[in-house]
Structures are given as structure tokens and as C-alpha cells.
């Protein structure tokens, strides 16, 4: 009943094996990438004292309002720019990249070029 399709079961295998190595620490915090069938989500976390920092995601006003946000790369280009602006006005300037087990190919891809356009550093 409760079993996750093999697909699913692969990202999450990937993902733990990334993880192992990758922490955000205050100082560099991880930029976290989650891509849904239909949207995007992307958010800056600083391990260490568990909380996010920044977030941007396809189903804000601000993407939503733009002509062009049904084309899921153009709004996963505007999520990276918006959450890499939202970070570098807390004073982040570098991050670690997680691309959360997906392939760094087509949107997760974009959403990391956005940030580098906004003046994250990875």
C-alpha cells in the first residue's frame, strides 16, 4: 500500500549518499533543491541550528505574475535569482549546492544559475 515507486526510491538512495557528505554549516549554508512534477522549491539552510534562511518557490506571487512562469525552466531560473537575492540580504554570500538526488540537468540546473546570476557564490 505505503511503497514508493523505484524512481522515487532511487532519488532517495542518491540523496542519502550525497548528504553523508554535504553539510551547510552558518558560515556556507546549503542550498537545497526540491523539484516537483509541477513546481520548484529551493531554500537556504544552515545545519547546524536547523533553520531556514532563505526560500523561494514556483507558487509565489512574484514567479506566478510573470508571462512566461508556465515555462517551468524560466520560472526555475526566477526562483534561483529570487532565492539567491533573499540571500545575499541575510549576508550570505557562499553556499553548498544540493541538488536533493535529482540530476544537475534542465530545471535543477537553472535554479543553480539564477542564484550564481543573483551573486551566490558555490
Known amino acids: 500500500m505505503g511503497t514508493l515507486n523505484l524512481r522515487t526510491k532511487a532519488r532517495l538512495k542518491r540523496k542519502k549518499r ?5 553539510v551547510g554549516t ?13 513546481h520548484i522549491y529551493a531554500q537556504v539552510i544552515d545545519d547546524s541550528s536547523g ?4 526560500a523561494a518557490s514556483s507558487r509565489e506571487k512574484v514567479v506566478q505574475e510573470n508571462p512566461e512562469a508556465t515555462k ?10 529570487i532565492v539567491g537575492q533573499r540571500a545575499m540580504e541575510t549576508g550570505i ?3 553548498v549546492f544540493d541538488r536533493n538526488g535529482f540530476l544537475y540537468h534542465g530545471r535543477v540546473k537553472a535554479v543553480s544559475e539564477g542564484a550564481r546570476e543573483a551573486g551566490l557564490k558555490f
Open 18 to 22: 550525497i548528504r553523508k557528505s554535504l
Open 26 to 38: 552558518s558560515s556556507r549554508p546549503r542550498l537545497c533543491v526540491f523539484r516537483s512534477a509541477r
Open 51 to 54: 533553520q531556514t534562511l532563505a
Open 72 to 81: 517551468k525552466l524560466i520560472a526555475a531560473t526566477t526562483v534561483g535569482k
Open 93 to 95: 554570500k557562499q553556499v
